[in-house]
């Protein structure tokens, strides 16, 4: 099965180059955070991403921002 994302989350101390597996919800709606943390949380519309994309584009904005 896809996996798209409605929500993902861009706190600062929740990125990492390596993400996990965790999904959440957000407003009855998919979510995923890097880190897999349970708050903290700053969410962004995804769009529907899928998940594979989404945690690629991630990884990449944590390995730029090292």
């Known amino acids: 099965m896809v ?4 929500y993902y989350c861009d706190a600062s ?3 990492t180059w390596t993400p996990g597996l965790s999904l959440a919800v957000h407003a009855d709606r998919s979510a995923y955070c890097p880190m ?3 708050s ?3 969410w962004q519309p995804a769009g529907g991403i899928l998940l594979l994309l989404l945690k690629r584009r991630l990884a990449a904005v944590a390995l ?3």
């Open 36 to 38: 897999g943390v349970s």
């Open 40 to 42: 903290g949380h700053h």
């Open 64 to 66: 730029t921002s090292r």
């Open 3 to 6: 996996k798209r994302i409605d």
């Open 13 to 15: 101390d929740h990125q």
